[in-house]
């Protein structure tokens, strides 16, 4: 997607854009690396270098677009529910 909106923008706007990715989990920021170079800034704070040494209840795995997010997180109410 990134590429794309890049290559459509005017010559003149192409020096004068930044994006913003949100991508915390290190094997998708590791792919994002491998697809754009290693000149990107990775935050360097406790919420995004610790995100994975935090015990979680429940983890839903956002990998897909967003009509898949929504079918996840209705079997995940679904099964919080059958389980009450």
């Given amino acids: ?24 989990e290190p094997l998708e920021i590791k792919k994002f690396q491998n697809e754009f170079g290693d000149n990107i800034e990775i935050p360097d704070n406790d919420s995004d270098n610790n995100v994975e040494d935090f015990i979680y209840d429940y983890i839903i795995e956002n990998d897909g677009d967003k009509k898949d ?16």
């Fill in 1 to 24: 997607m990134i590429l794309k909106h890049h290559s459509n923008l005017e010559k003149n706007h192409k020096t004068n854009i930044v994006y913003f990715i949100h991508c915390r």
């Fill in 69 to 84: 997010l929504e079918e996840k997180a209705i079997k995940f109410i679904k099964k919080i529910k059958a389980s009450n």
